[in-house]
């Protein structure tokens, strides 16, 4: 449970009384100097623990409203929707590159067994097999209901990729 400060205001005996002194320094100037009088209430410390204390309060309600949020969002989904969001559809393909380093022509169109309802998809990369240099990175773009296209970023020559797909399907 959060620990709650209770902050309180200092209270002096004096609210705005100022005492005024000639300056020794400068003549004919004068400092004026807030007199307190006696502390009635001392005020609470403006320090890093009070200040920790309130920024992990703060951060632990909004954690706890994430979790909130999301036990709420799965509460509407149906154990359909949840079978059918979680269907993966796996593949493999081959991304040829017959350009010189730093060039590369490997993108190829990945078509997809299954039409998506959306493009709320997922293309993880499951496997990466290089041959003739390094793959580089796996690079997923221009994704349409039907496919995406794939290519690789590296020097190899070619780069067998297995694939899965998840979701893009509407509740």
């Known amino acids: 449970m959060y620990p709650r ?8 005996e004096y609210e705005d009384v100022f005492v005024e002194e000639s300056s020794p320094v400068a003549p004919g100037a004068v400092k004026h100097t807030k007199y307190r009088g006696t502390v009635q209430q001392n005020g609470t410390p403006l320090n890093a623990t009070n200040f920790n204390n309130m920024e992990d309060g703060i951060s632990d309600a909004h954690i706890a409203h994430d979790l909130l949020l999301n036990a709420h969002r799965q509460g509407l989904w149906r154990v359909e929707d949840l079978e059918r969001a979680t269907d993966q559809e796996t593949g493999t393909v081959t991304l040829t ?10 993108i190829v169109t990945v078509p997809l067994t299954i039409t998506r309802d959306n493009l709320n998809y997922i293309v993880e990369v499951i496997k990466v097999e ?29 780069v067998k990729v297995t694939y899965a797909v998840i979701g893009g399907y509407n509740r």
């Open 5 to 12: 400060t209770y902050w309180l205001d200092e209270v002096d």
């Open 97 to 106: 590159n017959t350009q010189a380093f730093p060039f590369n022509n490997s």
């Open 130 to 158: 290089p041959t003739g240099g390094p793959a580089g990175e796996i690079e997923i773009s221009e994704r349409q209901v039907n496919g995406f296209k794939m290519a690789f970023t590296g020097s190899a020559s070619s």
